[in-house]
Nanobody
Framework: VQLQASGGGLVQAGGSLRLSCRTS????????IGWFRRAPGKEREFVAG???????TYADSVKGRFTISRDNAKNTVPLQMNSLQPEDTAVYYC?????????????????WGQGTQVTVSS
């Protein structure tokens, strides 16, 4: 399974970005896909995840602002990010794994893609 994250960029506080994770290779529609991020000087943290059945999990810090979805026909998992704040600045990664239900843990994911940089200016 290969994953490619895209859509990052520079945005002002209060703005929006839409990230996309494209899967390929032995990608399976019954994989869970998760988004994680690593801010400068911090450990990688969970942002949002969606299992094959569409069950969504969000970190408390992004609830109400970020929305994860999936398009199995296109093998993509978008992450819509609204009301962005400077503390959302990070490299965002997507990952895939066989988990079902809530999927907030890194050990639930077997495959990781390269990240995409999101920078939110104040």
């Amino acid at each position: 399974v290969q994953l490619q994250a895209s859509g990052g960029g520079l945005v002002q506080a209060g703005g929006s970005l839409r990230l996309s994770c494209r899967t390929s290779g032995r990608a399976r529609s019954n994989y869970a896909i998760g988004w994680f991020r690593r801010a400068p000087g911090k450990e990688r943290e969970f942002v949002a995840g969606i299992d094959w059945n569409g069950e969504r999990t969000y970190a408390d810090s992004v609830k109400g602002r970020f929305t994860i979805s999936r398009d199995n026909a296109k093998n993509t998992v978008p992450l819509q990010m609204n009301s962005l704040q400077p503390e959302d600045t990070a490299v965002y990664y997507c990952a895939a794994g066989p988990g079902t239900g809530p999927v907030p843990r890194e050990d639930q994911y077997d495959y990781w893609g390269q990240g995409t940089q999101v920078t939110v200016s104040s």
